[in-house]
């Protein structure tokens, strides 16, 4: 006899693009590729390691048993809770959780008020900081950017500091070594207010990427080791195009991603077991015709709702992108090609989604399209909460009320009260014609370019809210790593 009760669990609409027959031999094959063709591993300490612990060393290349890895994967967590600096946000990373986020690294910016392209300078990271903290549906930030206009190495740096400052969204940090990872993190415990708080209340996480198929080369080791020993949350997982760094099959792709990825889970864990470490990857095509990496194409959704599943399977955070496009401006092809890849990655599941706003294949950052991405996240997730269903959702005593009356359902407490259950769009016009010109017959774009200045209009941000003992910290930080810039250059 089965029982009905009261319990209510989070539901949501997902859909698979693996069964479970096909998770289990790639994550079989990943095991064979990793103990018999093996990893490069350009770090004589983690190497030294890794031999002790039974894995076959010849020169740099290790062969990982399976035992090893399934070891590691019993430390890691499976769920991480990041902080904002103001205690306003938190971003939960566990299972069945999407956020979303830009990217970083773009070169070039469309300027928010003249709509030009032109180079990204620091300037940029409090406008799109600010951005990020006023949408709703942006969780973390990163850049949308690569700084042109401060000193050669210390571009990272830079951006770290004015983006904890200008938002109390949760940070995803990048930096090439150690250093700029040492550097960065100084500055994340003058914003905790120390050690011992960011222990317990991290508030950013810190991003890197391993050299496919299967290298880990010297900075990309110390930059696991660092963060495993400071409690740093890592994601590592690599940026891998068909056709170019991994097989031209998706099947193939996967199995470089995830055996990349899981080469990070096992130095993390020998490092230090239960350390943070998210897995996944930034995965698409190379376009064959143009050797371009194609961030609108469908494959990235695919692929990236695949590792989502693989690394679902193994009880791991994932990471991977969507809300970009291939597309130079903010045009119908941006749209179409974000608002693809968003919703693949709200019913994939995927944990954290980097590179929303990204435009022209990763090479310009668009705030605009980043306010269109989040009016297209509110619509994913609104599906994705799928059909609730319940006494009161059935509405039976409604809709026998109303048959009897021969009416409509519009006076009906009942519809008052669910109101809200509806999705309201704020960029999307749903007024009549008439209406629509009475209001000055403004287009998508216009609409998307008005809500950004808007935003940067009237949104300050939280840099006057940065205590000024922490401001003095990190001005401090910045200046001793320019002096050491300036002192190496010297020479």
Not at 65 to 76: C, E, N
Not at 353 to 376: C, I, K, N, R, W
Not at 434 to 458: F, N, P, S, V
Request: some cysteine.
């Amino acid at each position: 006899m089965s029982t009905r009760t009261n319990l209510i669990e989070d539901q949501a609409a997902r859909f698979s693009v693996l069964s479970s027959g096909q998770k289990r031999k790639i994550y079989s094959e990943v095991l064979e590729v990793l103990q018999y063709t093996g990893a490069r591993i350009h770090h004589e300490e983690v190497l030294e390691k890794l031999k002790e612990q039974g894995c076959a060393v010849d020169g740099n290349r290790v062969y990982i048993p399976s035992q090893l890895v399934s070891r590691a994967l019993l430390t890691v967590p499976p769920v991480t809770t990041i902080h904002s600096w103001d205690g306003k946000h938190r971003l939960r990373i566990e299972l069945g959780r999407t956020h979303f986020g830009p990217g970083p690294t773009c070169p070039n910016f469309e300027d928010p008020f003249t709509g030009a392209r032109r180079p990204y300078v620091r300037d940029d990271v409090s406008t799109v900081a600010r951005v990020c903290d006023a949408l709703a549906n942006v969780e973390f930030i990163m850049s949308l950017g690569w700084i042109s206009d401060v000193s050669n190495g210390l571009e990272e740096v830079y951006e770290f500091a004015e983006l904890i400052q200008n938002s109390s969204k949760p940070v995803i940090a990048w930096g090439f070594t150690k250093e700029k990872c040492e550097l960065i993190h100084k500055i994340a415990l003058a914003m905790a207010g120390g050690e011992k708080a960011f222990r317990h209340r991290p508030n950013y996480i810190f991003y890197s990427e391993p050299i496919s198929p299967l290298v880990c080369d010297y900075d990309a080791v110390e930059k696991l080791v660092y963060c495993a020993e400071h409690g740093i949350p890592h994601i590592f997982s690599p940026a891998n195009s068909a056709g170019a760094t991994t097989p031209a099959t998706a099947a193939g792709q996967l199995v470089v991603t995830l055996a990349d990825t899981l080469i990070g889970l096992v130095i993390t864990q020998l490092t230090h077991p239960g350390a943070c470490l998210i897995i996944g990857g930034t995965q698409s095509i190379m376009d064959m015709r143009t050797m371009i990496f194609a961030y609108g194409a469908p494959e990235l959704s695919l692929l990236g709702a695949g590792i989502t599943e693989l690394a679902e399977y193994l009880e791991l955070p994932a990471f991977s992108a969507g809300g970009c496009s291939d597309s130079k401006q903010v045009d119908i092809q941006s749209a179409i090609e974000a608002c693809f890849s968003i919703h693949a990655a709200t019913l994939s599941g995927a944990n954290l989604v980097h590179d929303v706003g990204f435009l022209d294949s990763g090479m310009t950052g668009s705030l605009p399209q980043l306010v269109l991405a989040d009016e297209l996240i509110s619509m994913s997730r609104r599906i994705s909460r799928g059909v609730l269903v319940n006494k009161q959702t059935l509405a039976i005593q409604e809709i026998n009320e109303i048959a009897h009356k021969n009416g409509d359902f519009s006076d009906l407490e009942h519809t008052a009260q669910l109101k809200d259950l509806h999705w309201v769009p704020d960029l999307m016009d749903r007024r009549s014609e008439t209406e629509w010109r009475a209001d000055g017959a403004r287009t998508l774009q216009q609409r998307m370019q008005e809500k950004t200045q808007r935003i940067l209009r009237d949104h300050q941000g939280t840099n006057r809210d940065v205590p000024d003992q922490a401001k003095r910290e990190i001005q401090q930080i910045l200046d001793e790593a320019e002096k050491e810039a300036s002192e190496r250059s010297a020479f």
